[in-house]
Nanobody, 113 residues
Framework: QVQLVESGGGLVQFGGSLRLSCVASGFALDLYAMRWSRQGPGKERETVATIFSDGRTLIEDSVSGRFDISRDTEENTVYLEMNSLKTEDTAVYYC???????WGQGTQVTVSS
């Protein structure tokens, strides 16, 4: 049974940092492409960062230079490191497995000005 559980969200000040975690169970995440997506208030859902099975990463332009995606295969966990946070980064952040379109429950990130 595939399960994705995000954590690490919270309230942070403008310019601050957070690290989100996504613990995967039911599969080995290094065999699949994993993605962080987000949906801000009144906005459409958007892709933030992707890590492919071979370890390559793709960071979307909107967060390039500030966010990074990584994984720990021993912990079966995907991370999203977020730095220099802006108020427009406020959103619910979701961890997804692309194959099969599995989603976690999301974790709220709120950036205060």
């Amino acid at each position: 049974q595939v399960q994705l559980v995000e954590s690490g969200g919270g309230l942070v000040q403008f310019g601050g940092s957070l690290r989100l975690s996504c613990v995967a169970s039911g599969f080995a995440l290094d065999l699949y492409a994993m993605r962080w997506s987000r949906q801000g208030p009144g906005k459409e859902r958007e892709t933030v960062a992707t890590i492919f099975s071979d370890g390559r990463t793709l960071i979307e332009d909107s967060v390039s230079g500030r966010f990074d995606i990584s994984r720990d295969t021993e912990e079966n966990t995907v991370y999203l490191e977020m730095n220099s946070l802006k108020t427009e980064d406020t959103a619910v952040y979701y961890c997804t497995r692309l194959r099969g379109n599995y989603w976690g429950q999301g974790t709220q990130v709120t950036v205060s000005s």
